[in-house]
């Protein structure tokens, strides 16, 4: 089997479509559909549904794409294993930043690897709940960090952190000044918060059902930095984890309120990989650091725990997905 018809055929499956696959990996349409066709002559069968707009693999499409991931992550661990021989002076590490966690949350665990590990590259993906899982089933990540990422058979919590989501605002904003606050309450004040379809708005489009208590966004955003600026300005307040300004609570610029109508534990902070796989060593050591921080935030809130699994040197490189 070839290499290249086997990369051109993950990168379709992975992408959608043959078309996509071809943008993302700057060749032509029909150097990718020649190298499937003859991927597909070798097997002896069709590996992708013909008459489809976007991909859909066959039964053996399904096993040709197992196949090849797990191949490229024996790879991976093997050189893994030789970046350990030579005492992590190279390699790479990709972290995918979800809902509820933002760059600044874990610049302090980013900080400290990129110290005492100098030659590992860490690169950032600031991304949604959806696609943070989706790129960590297809490994495109080794890790990813985010608010109440949803079950998936082949995704494991590593550990997660209570993070219930509080009215964030300037100290001098009327809701500062509550001991608590309700849904209700927050009617009349301007509100900067992020889209529906988004996991946090989805946990409070759920507490608004319940108690009948409908929010109004004035501005509605999926970047975590607007929503952090916007309440610093004193323009609107916000609804985010305490992990999403840490910082900023602890210097006093902002003040974190109790949503008393949003349930304390049904929010968590998750750090996830995908279930079997083997990470390369720097991704394990930056794991353990994280997990120590996830720890540290849940101390913070009066929780955190271990759920059970479910079915970065030079240059620091961070990407955004609006």
């Avoid at 707009?53 to 991976?76: C, H, I, N, P, W």
């Avoid at 209570?162 to 608590?180: C, E, I, T, Y």
């Amino acid at each position: 089997m070839s290499d290249v018809a086997m990369k051109y055929f993950y990168a379709t499956a992975i992408h959608g479509s043959m078309r996509a696959a071809s943008q993302k990996m700057n060749v032509a349409v029909s150097s990718v559909s020649r190298q499937i066709a003859q991927l597909e002559a070798a097997m002896g069968m069709p590996l992708l549904e013909t008459g489809r707009r976007s991909v859909k693999l066959t039964t053996a499409g399904q096993m040709v794409f197992d196949f090849y991931q797990a191949q490229m992550a024996d790879r991976e661990a093997f050189t893994a294993r030789l970046e350990a021989l030579r005492g992590m002076r190279m390699g790479a590490v990709e972290l995918a930043v979800g809902e509820g966690c933002t760059v600044q949350s874990v610049q302090g665990v980013l900080d400290t690897f990129q110290n005492r590990y100098p030659g590992v590259e860490l690169a950032l993906h600031t991304v949604s709940t959806a696609e943070l899982v989706r790129m960590v089933v297809d490994d495109e990540v080794h890790i990813a960090i985010g608010v109440q990422v949803p079950s998936d058979p082949k995704v494991r919590v590593r550990t997660s952190a209570r993070q219930p989501l509080m009215v964030v605002s300037r100290p001098d904003h009327p809701l500062a000044k509550r001991g608590a606050v309700t849904l209700q309450d927050l009617a009349g004040h301007d509100l900067c918060l992020p889209p529906r379809d988004t996991r946090i708005r989805q946990l409070l489009s759920a507490a608004e059902m319940r108690h009948q208590a409908w929010l109004r966004a004035t501005i509605t955003t999926n970047s975590l930095h607007t929503m952090r600026d916007l309440a610093l300005s004193g323009r609107a307040a916000t609804i985010l984890p305490r992990a999403a300004v840490l910082a900023d609570l602890e210097d006093g610029c902002l003040v974190a309120t109790p949503l008393c109508d949003v349930e304390a534990d049904s929010t968590t902070l998750d750090l996830v990989t995908r279930l079997g796989r083997q990470l390369p060593h720097a991704a394990t050591l930056a794991l353990s650091l994280l997990e120590q921080q996830v720890h540290r935030w849940g101390q913070g809130s009066g929780q955190a725990g271990v759920r059970p699994e479910r079915r970065v040197g030079p240059s620091l490189v961070v990407e955004a997905v609006a």
